[in-house]
C-alpha cells in the first residue's frame, strides 16, 4: 500500500511496498514517486493524477513499472484511489500495488515456447503458418513471389539409432544454426518437427529464386558436423512450392512442398524439386492406392506366391522365394514393384513385412520333402525391405513368427538387396549377426544392380548372392555383361558363397549358367511364382525346365 499527496510525494507506506521498491521507508517518505518510477512510466502517473484529480472517477487500474534500488525493474498492477472528506474534496490518494513481474515474464516465456521449437530455438509450426498466411495476404497486395521449402534429412534416423539421441539433438541444434546463417532477415525458417525444417521465402522477384535458397541451404551441408568427436555427414532433400497472392491457402502450402519433396526423395538423395500440378495428381493416386493397400491387408486381397529355387544340376527344388501378389478388385493384378516401394514411404510397409514374414513361414512349415527335393525339406526365402532393416522390433517378429510356426530357423533366408544393405551398414551388420545367430540364413538379392561395394560383400558374408536377372536374360544380354557374370559368379565362389542367378527363362540360359558353375536359379523356364496350394503337387512331380 501507498499513500501519496496531490503532488504525488509519499506520505505513507506499508512494509510490503518498502520491500517491493527496495528502498527504505525514510528514503521513500516525503519523496515524489519519480525517485522509483521507472523513468519511461513517469508520464502514467502524471496522466492518471490528472483523471483523478478533474474527474469524478473512483479507482484508476494500470500497470507500470518501478525501478527498484537496486536497479531492478519490477512491473506493478496499481489501482489508485481518491481519498475525500465529507465535501468531495481529495485529501491524498490511496494505491494497492501488486508486484507482477515473475507473471509477466512466466506469460511472456510461455508465449515464446508456444511460438518456437524448445531445442533449436526456431519459430515452430503454428508461427510458421502464421507468417506464411501474412505472407500470403501481403503477396496479394503488393505482388511478387513467395516460396514455401520443405527441407528433409535424409540419415537422420540412422544418426539417432547409432549415436543415442543426445547426439541426434545436437546435430539438429548444429543444423539449425548453419541454415538461420543462410536465412535472409525478410524470410522465416522454422521447424516442422522430427528431422523436418519449413523455410518461407517472401519477396521473391521470380520463382527460380526459390532454386536459390534450396541450393544455399543444401550447400551448407556440405561440411560434416563434427559432435562428440563424431564426424557426421547429412543430407538432405527439398520440397519447393512457388506462390502468388492468387494461389491456394496456406496449409495448402505446405502440403504441396510435400508433395515436391516426396518427388526429391523418390528421384533421388540430397536434391530439391519443384511442386508440378502433375505431382499433385500423382500423390493423390499414390495415396488412394496405399489406403487400398492397407484395405486389401485386411479384406485378404493380398497374398504370398511361391517361386522354386531349382539346383541347376539336377532340377531338384530346394527352396520356393516368397514373392507378394495384390489382386485388386478393378485394377486386377498389381505388381509388387508398384505398390511395395508406396508402402516404404509409410509404416505400411512394417505390416507387410510382417505378414509376407508370417505367411511365408506359416506355409513353409507344412511343406513336405520329397525324392524331388532329395529327400530334404525346402527352404523359404523372404524378401526384406530396408526400412523393416531398422525397425527395432524385427528380431522380436522373426522369432514370434519361427516360433508359431514351427519352422526350424535353417528353413529361413532373409533376402536383402545389396542397396538397402549399404544404407547403413554398421547397422545392418549388427542386425545380420544377430539374425545369423538365430540360425537364419542371408541372402543377397538383386546382385550387381547396386553399387556393390565388393569389401562389404565379404564382410557381410551372405550364404546366397542372388545374381540380378540382368545378368541372365538375353534382352539385357551383351558380352560385357557376359564377363562380368563370369566375373561374379567365380569372385562368390573365392568368397565361399552359393550362387543363385534369378531370372532364367530359356535352356541356353541354364546351361551357360551350369557351365560357370552357379548352382541355383530361379526363373520361368521351371515356373513362375504360384499359389500356396500348388507348391506341394510342384514338390511331389518335382519342376521341368521348359522346351
Ligand atoms: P525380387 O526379390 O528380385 O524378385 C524376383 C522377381 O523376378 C519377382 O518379381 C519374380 O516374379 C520375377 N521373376 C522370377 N523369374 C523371372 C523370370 O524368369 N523372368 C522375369 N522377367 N521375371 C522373373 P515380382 O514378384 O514382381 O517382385 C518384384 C520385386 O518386388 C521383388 O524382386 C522384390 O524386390 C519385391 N517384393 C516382392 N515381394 C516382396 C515382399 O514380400 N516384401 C518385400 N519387401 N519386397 C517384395
Ligand atoms: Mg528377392
Ligand atoms: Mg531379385
Known sequence: MLFSDLSDRVIAVNDSFVRMVGFSREELMGNDSKLFTYHEDVGITEETLVRLSSEQIDQVRYIKRYLRKDGRIIVSEVSR????????KILYFVSSERDITEERALAEQ?????????????????????RLSQAHARIARQGGYGAVLLLDLDDFKGVNDAHGHLVGDQLLTGLARRF????????????????????????????????DVATRLIDVLAEPFSIHGLNLEQHASIGIVVFDGASEDSSELIQRAD??????????????????????????????????????????????????IVQLDNAHVVGFEALMRWQHPERGWVPPNSFIPLAEQSDLIMELGHFALTQAVHAASAWRATDKTDGVLPYVTVNLSVHQFHDPALLGMIENALASSGLAPERLIIEITESAMLVNVAETMNVMERIGALGIGFALDDFGTGYSSLSYLALLHPTIIKIDQSFVSPSKE??????????????????????????????????????????????????????????????????????
Open 110 to 130: 510461455l508465449s515464446h515456447q508456444a511460438l518456437h521449437d524448445s531445442l533449436t530455438g526456431l519459430a515452430n509450426r503454428a508461427l510458421f503458418e502464421d
Open 180 to 211: 538461420e546463417f543462410v536465412t535472409r532477415m525478410t524470410d522465416t525458417l522454422s521447424r516442422f518437427g522430427g528431422d523436418e525444417f519449413l523455410y518461407l521465402a517472401e519477396g521473391l522477384v521470380s520463382p527460380q529464386e526459390a532454386e
Open 81 to 88: 484511489s481518491p481519498a475525500r472528506d465529507s465535501t468531495g
Open 259 to 308: 508433395v515436391a519433396l516426396y518427388e526429391a526423395k523418390r528421384q533421388n538423395r540430397g536434391r530439391f524439386s519443384m511442386f508440378t500440378p502433375s505431382m499433385h495428381q500423382q500423390a493423390v493416386s499414390h495415396f488412394e492406392l496405399v489406403q487400398e493397400l492397407r484395405r486389401a491387408l485386411q479384406t485378404g486381397d493380398l497374398s504370398m506366391h511361391y517361386q522354386p
Open 478 to 547: 551383351s558380352p560385357r555383361n557376359d564377363t562380368l557374370l563370369e566375373a561374379i559368379v567365380s569372385l562368390g565362389h573365392k568368397l565361399g558363397m552359393t550362387m543363385l542367378a534369378e531370372g532364367i527363362e530359356t535352356r541356353a540360359q541354364l546351361e551357360r549358367l551350369h557351365k560357370l558353375g552357379c548352382e541355383f536359379g530361379q526363373g520361368f523356364l521351371w515356373s513362375p511364382a504360384v499359389a500356396n496350394d500348388k507348391v506341394d503337387s510342384m514338390l511331389k512331380r518335382g519342376v521341368r525346365a521348359k522346351k
